[in-house]
């Protein structure tokens, strides 16, 4: 089931969260596809991506910021041992 519907954005605008958590990849959408609903619901508060290990998470943070616009991102990765 995707997530990125008419019911979740209608959920999303009346509980107005000051945090949005949420997949960096999944099967069906991705960070980008709920930084654009996010930014077309005029979100304000701060969206974190969990994603696995990955090469260069910096950098990664950085698009999604750029993408997000009026909104702060954040790019959580597990430590590595």
């Known amino acids: 089931m995707n997530p990125l519907n008419r019911d979740w954005v209608c959920s999303l605008l009346r509980v107005a969260p000051n945090v949005v958590l949420g997949p960096l990849m999944a099967n069906h959408y991705d960070a980008i596809d709920i930084i654009d609903i996010l930014r077309g619901a005029a979100f304000q508060g701060r ?19 750029a993408a997000a616009e009026s ?9 590595r041992p």
């Open 71 to 79: 909104f702060s991102v954040e790019v959580l990765v597990p430590e």
């Open 47 to 65: 969206f974190l991506a969990a994603a696995p290990a990955i090469p260069r998470p910096a950098f990664v943070e950085q698009e999604l910021r």
